[in-house]
């Protein structure tokens, strides 16, 4: 069965703090991993990754994938209190023309002032 | 441009009556999807439109839960015989539709929660 495994699950830290979320997938179709944020009910996208070893990066978040061991990573430095949110992590599952996204539960992240 | 928008925001039902959501698409957007929320969870797939037709249904529950997007535009969900399990958060993303990876990316619309009483 495919899956989306993410962890932690929740994390808190203090602002000024960097944080890691993983993400480690099982999809036999794999075309591409995407990460999104979700403040309240709309998941913001933040980055989509197909390649292996290429960082993306967008402003203090940034993101790689690594399709050999299954696996991704989102780091954020310098945390603000405006990270607070869900971190989603979602793999697209490519069938036929285009495919569904299969998602993780979420890392809920609480950054303290 | 607009985002995704759905419509309504909230709506509250009773448990036996039928619901619609509407999703209107980011303009030039061919593929839509439609994803449900529970509680502590990620969102989960329903169902994907390319252009006008139902191209996966698969994540469909059972047969309470049908959609339609007549003119490969606004979608509209539809709920019959709500029961209590049903409620959620009901998402609605839509693409590009393209071979290729920047069509992979789907933006998402602010969600309409659903609660079956």
């Known amino acids: 069965e495919d899956k989306v495994v993410q962890s932690p699950l929740s994390l808190v830290v203090h602002e000024g703090d960097t944080v890691t979320l993983n993400c480690s997938y099982e999809?036999?179709?794999?075309?591409?991993l995407l990460w999104y944020k979700q403040e309240k009910k709309a998941p913001t996208f933040l980055f989509m990754l197909?390649?292996?070893?290429i960082e993306k990066k967008s402003g203090r978040l940034s993101s790689i994938l690594d399709k050999k061991e299954l696996f991704s990573i989102l780091n954020i430095t310098a945390t603000q209190t405006g990270d607070s949110a869900i971190y989603l992590c979602?793999?697209?599952?490519?069938?036929?023309?285009?495919?569904?996204?299969?998602f993780g539960k979420g890392t809920k992240l609480s950054v303290k002032p | 441009g607009a985002g995704v928008s759905q419509t309504p925001s909230n709506k509250v039902t009773e448990k036996g009556k039928y619901v619609e959501l509407r999703c209107d698409p980011i303009?030039?957007?061919?593929?839509l999807y439609w994803y449900r929320q529970s509680l502590g969870q990620g969102p989960e797939f329903l169902i994907y439109?390319?252009?006008?037709?139902?191209?996966?249904d698969s994540g469909l529950p059972n047969d309470r839960f049908f959609a339609v997007r007549p003119e490969g535009s606004v979608s509209t969900l539809k709920i019959q015989r709500t029961e209590r399990g049903d409620s959620a958060v009901y998402l609605c993303?839509?693409?590009?539709?393209?071979?290729?990876?920047?069509?992979?990316?789907?933006?998402f619309g602010p969600g309409t929660r659903l609660t079956v009483l």
């Open positions: 993303a839509s693409s590009y539709g393209l071979a290729g990876p920047q069509g992979d990316t789907q933006y």
């Open positions: 999809v036999t179709n794999f075309r591409s």
């Open positions: 197909t390649s292996s070893g």
């Open positions: 979602a793999v697209l599952n490519y069938g036929g023309s285009q495919g569904n996204l299969i």
């Open positions: 303009s030039g957007h061919t593929a």
């Open positions: 439109f390319q252009g006008t037709g139902a191209a996966d």
